[in-house]
């Protein structure tokens, strides 16, 4: 099963500190099932500024909803840092969490933006590991250059 339509925002490759992909049918409020989702809107958010960068659509027979959308999906998700949702299936979190993508499960449906003030509040005030390992792996090591040039005792 392939993407059937995808909207995206040209930006800047870095102007957002992470990337979250929200399951949703009403593009107003998380209230998907990830492996059920007909849509994945992708938000792009640092501690300022939240922008949505992308929106794909998978619409797929009833019948194939549960796994095999799942490829199409989780490829979706490629450059994502978490993906949120109502409810995930235990492979599914596996799998994501092997790409390092964080699942993040929301119960009751919550409005998109409430969720995403959330996540940025937690990026500038009091960070879960997952978004402090996220982040770490951002910051480039120092070069090797920059390193021969400093003395040398």
């Not at 949120?84 to 299936?89: L, Q």
């Amino acid at each position: 099963m392939e993407v059937a339509r995808r909207l995206e925002a040209v930006l800047e490759p870095s102007v957002f500190d992470l990337k979250v992909a929200v399951a949703t049918q009403s593009r107003e409020f998380v209230d998907q099932h990830f492996g059920q989702t007909e849509a994945l809107l992708i938000y792009g958010i640092s501690d300022s500024e939240c922008q949505l960068i992308r929106a794909t659509e998978f619409p797929v027979p009833k019948a194939e909803r549960s796994h095999g959308a799942l490829p199409a999906k989780i490829a979706e998700l490629s450059d994502c840092n978490a993906v949120i949702c109502n409810a995930i299936g235990n492979a599914v979190v596996l799998k994501l969490m092997d790409k390092q993508i964080m699942p993040i499960v929301v119960f009751e449906q919550k409005p998109i933006r409430s969720v995403l003030e959330e996540l940025q509040t937690q990026l500038r005030e009091d960070r879960p590991l997952w978004m402090t390992r996220i982040l770490a792996k951002r910051e480039k090591p120092p070069s090797l250059e920059r390193l021969l040039d400093e003395p040398w005792n």
